[in-house]
């Protein structure tokens, strides 16, 4: 696994063989354009952005250049591909363990890259009515395929018809005679946010007319990760939220380990308005969810800040609606042993 072997210890899971077959071995990144082509889909036009490392970008580029034209004749489809890097203005200073400003071997001040919740503009800055949302590890072969492909489009169909009901709601709200018994019901019971009392016209509208994300969620088999729980925001509203390990105190982190269901990181979201215009994610993250993590450079430890998760803190102002998929959905790779599941074992036929 090192050099001078395959050196998987100094590649992105993306560019990492998954899975052999009889006439070839795919790596994660061919495995998730040959996913694509079955439900992401427009036009005979398949969709697919990749968030990468600047040091990877050459191997990114290089493979896709060799395997998309396989692909596309394969599938009769055309790939529209995109990569994009985490953005360096939303690196975050590093400090020492006293707090002090830590500094690299010539003096200069050390920024790092502050976490998967900087994606947020990443997220944004795509053009799209429908974008799904899935770690590239989260990948299983060609013949055990069925049930990813059928709950994706399960939770776009969720997503897509709360989404006309919500732009309904937002029209009537415009009109001079809402029904806002009907919309305060539809905001309780669908979108799961806790009222504690009734509402004015301008309030519904303001909590109807927000980015929408549909949340696949799966038992509880004890993965490292997060789950889904109620939330009270600032106005003291019970929301939906994925919570992260580093969110919980210590001593109630066994609500995390008890919890019936985990987050797999598998979301179908809609960044764009009753008018077509994509909102500002910006504008609805929960900055007081970031937290410090104790990282190490050149030997010396260190403080680091990362900012809210991309699917928690970053996406905390978000209407949530939170679906069961099955278990045969996630099949995560955290080290490389884990492909010797069956998830990754295919038929060489």
Avoid at 131 to 150: E, P
Wanted: net charge neutral; charged share 25%; glycine share 6%.
């Amino acid at each position: 696994l090192t050099q001078p072997g395959l050196d998987y210890g100094d590649k992105p899971k993306a560019l990492i063989l998954f899975h052999k077959y009889a006439q070839s071995a795919k790596t994660a990144l061919e495995e998730h354009l040959t996913e694509g082509a079955e439900y992401a889909i427009s036009q005979d036009c398949v969709n697919i952005h990749f968030t990468i490392s600047p040091e990877h970008r050459d191997g990114f580029e290089t493979l896709l250049k060799k395997v998309i034209p396989q692909y596309e004749k394969e599938y009769g489809v055309t790939y529209n591909i995109s990569l994009s890097e985490q953005k360096k203005s939303t690196d975050t200073i590093a400090v020492n363990m006293d707090n002090t400003p830590f500094r690299n071997q010539d003096g200069t001040l050390l920024f790092r890259p502050a976490g998967h919740g900087a994606l947020i503009e990443n997220l944004g800055d795509l053009d799209a009515d429908l974008i799904f949302i899935k770690n590239i590890d989260n990948i299983t072969t060609q013949d055990l395929r069925a049930d990813t492909i059928k709950y994706k489009k399960m939770l776009a169909g969720v997503l897509v018809s709360t989404q006309k009901q919500i732009f309904e709601y937002i029209k009537e709200l415009d009109s001079k005679t809402p029904d806002l018994d009907k919309i305060h019901t539809f905001i309780f019971d669908k979108l799961n946010v806790k009222l504690d009392k009734k509402l004015s016209a301008i309030e519904y509208k303001n909590i109807l007319n927000r980015p929408l994300r549909v949340c696949g969620i799966v038992k509880n088999t004890g993965e490292p990760g997060g789950g889904p729980f109620w939330v009270p925001d600032e106005q003291g509203y019970q929301t939906l939220q994925i919570a992260e390990p580093a969110q919980i105190a210590p001593e109630s982190k066994h609500l995390l380990e008890q919890g019936e269901f985990f987050n797999p990181t598998d979301l179908v979201c809609a960044t764009k308005d009753y008018n077509g215009q994509k909102f500002d994610l910006k504008k609805y993250i929960d900055e007081k969810s970031g937290f410090i993590s104790e990282k190490s450079k050149n030997g010396k430890p260190l403080r680091a800040m990362e900012r809210p998760g991309l699917w928690n803190g970053s996406m905390a102002k978000w209407n949530t609606i939170f679906v069961v998929v099955p278990i045969t959905t996630f099949t995560p790779v955290k080290i490389v042993t884990d492909l010797l599941n069956p998830a990754h074992q295919t038929k060489l036929n």
